[in-house]
């Protein structure tokens, strides 16, 4: 019953983040083109604080952890820019859609492939609904007529939602490769070396980017700081408490169930806050997505 609840408390917790993610970039009073690397180092360095202390002021990371977190630091930079830039560009909806399901598949194939596990037949059919839901959920962009402008941007909306899909499979992959071979070792050492080298290459482009106005794109507004610290607090607490379900629950399953809960809130938050019309198709998708997670989940256990 705890570990449930905590789950539910770790699904509310990260679609906060997406939320003040895409309220943050809206509130942002520099250039567009900065505004991921500026998010990205904020973010990364209040994480990796707030996990050092909350985890008794000790480092002592292997060598297995290093490498695992620094792979983990560049999906998590990818992660963040795609993020922003898909939800600024198109669906709210079909973006979290993407970060969500590969945060699914993928660590799901890397159990197959690499850890020894096996594949059930209601798990193939559950990948089968996943792409047919992204068809429902393409379906309206897909039909109709729009400007050349238009649709280079339609394009480029769904070349972020892929890379989403990679950057959000590859940090489940990572964490849980880390976790198996370690045998849920060394947790707090795995954020902050996922959370800070990746907030040290968000500095570096913010450098190369702005160069000697570097400074002034760390500026922020009242609602934009607002926004930010709101997103830092929620990706704090939920990575730190999705960390400690993982030695309670299947991490398949954790997987599947936090990932399904947080795509019907964002679900609900682009119909109710963001008034992103339901069409029928993207109503027949998500219901679709939701129960494929359901099936992958439930094949899991």
Request: glycine share 6%.
């Amino acid at each position: 019953m705890l570990s449930m609840l905590l789950i539910a408390l770790v699904i509310v917790l990260y679609s906060f983040q997406t939320l003040f993610c895409r309220l943050y970039n809206k509130a942002y009073p520099g250039s567009e083109d900065v505004s991921p690397f500026v998010y990205c180092v904020y973010y990364g360095v209040f994480v990796s604080v707030a996990t050092f202390l909350f985890g008794g002021c000790k480092f002592d990371p292997s060598w297995q952890t290093v490498l695992f977190g620094l792979l983990n630091a560049c999906a998590l930079l990818l992660y963040n820019i795609t993020l922003i830039k898909a939800t600024s560009l198109g669906s709210y909806a079909i973006a979290n859609l993407s970060l969500l399901s590969g945060g699914i598949l993928i660590p799901l194939l890397e159990s197959v492939l690499i850890f020894g596990g096996s594949l059930k037949g209601i798990q193939y059919f559950g990948i089968f609904l996943m792409l047919a839901a992204f068809a429902f959920l393409n379906a309206d962009g897909l039909t109709k007529k729009k400007s050349e402008k238009a649709s280079k941007t339609n394009r480029m909306f769904y070349v972020y939602c892929a890379l989403l899909f990679l950057a959000n499979g590859a940090y489940g992959a990572f964490f849980n490769a880390q976790q198996k071979i370690l045998q849920e070792a060394e947790r707090t050492e795995m954020i902050i070396l996922t959370f800070l080298p990746s907030a040290l290459m968000g500095l570096l482009l913010v450098l190369s980017k702005a160069k000697k106005a570097a400074l002034s794109c760390f500026r922020q507004t009242r609602l934009s700081t607002l926004h930010l610290i709101l997103c830092c607090i929620s990706a704090t607490v939920a990575i730190n408490l999705l960390v400690y379900i993982m030695s309670l629950v299947d991490v398949a399953v954790l997987f599947t169930v936090e990932n399904g809960g947080v795509l019907i809130m964002s679900a609900l938050y682009a119909t109710f806050l963001f008034k992103e019309k339901l069409t029928l198709p993207k109503i027949i998708g998500l219901i679709i997505a939701v129960v494929s997670m359901v099936l992958l989940g439930y094949a899991s256990v």
